[in-house]
Nanobody
Framework: QVQLVESGGGLVQAGGSLRLSCVAS????????MGWFRQAPGKEREFVAA????????YYANSVKGRFTISRDNAKNMVYLQMNSLKPEDTAVYYC????????????????WGQGTQVTVSS
């Protein structure tokens, strides 16, 4: 398994930007697909974005497509989520997750999770 720690959350005004970071422990990071999920108060956790082990494939929820960008740096064991044009409905706890299949196409394959970082977007 891989241990994950998120950072970069905070309070931002609508229309602003934030970049979330997630650092992973372990020497096999480059074999994992990585993803970002979020959970708003009173709602179920939902998929936001994912990136395959090589970075060659990325996937996004329709609600963030064109505004968020996922990327990774395998040399640094890092995955990022650049969030632009933020909206109040983006307010949630954001979680980093790892998928041992390497592909990131199936939500249930994400088996390792970080503790989350709070993102709050004010109107």
């Amino acid at each position: 398994q891989v241990q994950l720690v998120e950072s970069g959350g905070g309070l931002v005004q609508a229309g602003g930007s934030l970049r979330l970071s997630c650092v992973a422990s372990g020497r096999t990071f480059s074999s994992y697909a990585m993803g970002w999920f979020r959970q708003a108060p009173g709602k179920e956790r939902e998929f936001v974005a994912a990136i395959s082990w090589s970075g060659g494939s990325t996937y996004y929820a329709n609600s963030v497509k064109g505004r968020f960008t996922i990327s990774r740096d395998n040399a640094k064991n890092m995955v990022y989520l650049q969030m632009n044009s933020l909206k109040p409905e983006d307010t949630a706890v954001y979680y980093c997750a790892a998928d041992g299949t390497g592909w990131g196409r199936v939500t249930r394959d994400f088996g390792s999770w970080g503790q989350g970082t709070q993102v709050t977007v004010s109107s």
